[in-house]
């Protein structure tokens, strides 16, 4: 079992930057690829970003490339989004989730075993 939990969401105004982490704990946190998913009121969960456990396998969005990165530190067992020229658009809670270490279909939010409970992130023009 993986516990996840983020933190980092709130208020910010269009172009502004935010960075959320998500702290895993139970089991090894190393072996799986992290995920950030994201879901606006009446909108379907989205796929925003992901990371493989070794750190050099990521993919983005189309709608946030170029502004958003992943990362994420093994050694304290979170995995980071940093996100760059906000827009009004990317408002939503967003979610890490935690899945089988490969990249295929990681856009898929049925692939990914645990999830965090949400942070807010809201964005204003």
């Known amino acids: 079992q993986v516990q996840l939990v983020e933190s980092g969401g709130g208020s910010v105004q269009a172009g502004g930057s935010l960075r959320l982490s998500c702290a895993a704990s139970?089991?090894?946190?190393?072996?799986?690829?992290m995920g950030w998913f994201r879901q606006a009121p009446g909108k379907e969960r989205e796929f925003v970003a992901a990371i493989r456990w070794g750190g050099t396998s990521t993919l983005y969005a189309d709608s946030v490339k170029g502004r958003f990165t992943i990362s994420r530190d093994n050694a304290k067992n979170e995995v980071y989004l940093q996100m760059n020229s906000l827009k009004p658009e990317d408002t939503a809670v967003y979610y890490c989730a935690a899945g089988p270490d490969t990249m295929v279909l990681v856009v898929s939010r049925y692939r990914y075993d645990y999830w965090g409970q949400g942070t807010q992130v809201t964005v204003s023009s």
């Open positions: 139970g089991r090894i946190f190393g072996v799986y690829t």
